[in-house]
């Protein structure tokens, strides 16, 4: 029954100290960390890495949700496999703890909202790509 935690920032120009020190003090003995966006799960290897040392009865260890899966889709589907496998996940920062009811409906709200700031910061980038089309009502 391991405490595993699983670190990530979105790109190389940021730190993964803060989540370590936390996971660390959290109790995790083992740490997967990565620089990658979190849109997708496909092509994070250390999550997947991650996800194959877990074992039954293991917890995986976050800071945030939004470390872990910016897509809703992405996040019940891991949650379903971890669940499967008889594995619990906790955030450290927020009221996630998959092993109550309550624990499991935060964590479906919190996920909405990740992919909700996702898509709105997507619609941002897009209108700021392309400016004067925006002012002209194209």
């Not at 496909?42 to 800071?63: F, H, M, S």
């Amino acid at each position: 029954m391991a405490l595993v935690g699983y670190a990530r920032v979105s790109t190389t120009d940021q730190d993964l100290t803060h989540q370590i020190a936390v996971l660390t003090s959290a109790g995790c003995r083992k740490i997967f960390s990565e620089k990658m966006t979190g849109a997708r799960k496909e092509g994070r290897q250390a999550l997947d890495d991650c996800l194959d040392y877990l074992r039954e009865g293991d917890t995986l260890v976050i800071t945030r949700i939004d470390r872990l899966s910016r897509s809703l889709r992405d996040l019940q589907n891991l949650v379903h496999e971890l669940e499967g496998q008889n594995i619990k996940l906790r955030a450290t920062e927020q009221a996630i703890d998959t092993s109550s009811a309550s624990g499991k409906a935060f964590l479906d709200m919190l996920g909405i909202f990740a992919e909700f700031e996702t898509r709105l910061r997507q619609e941002r980038q897009r209108e700021g790509h392309c400016p004067r089309e925006s002012q002209r009502g194209i």
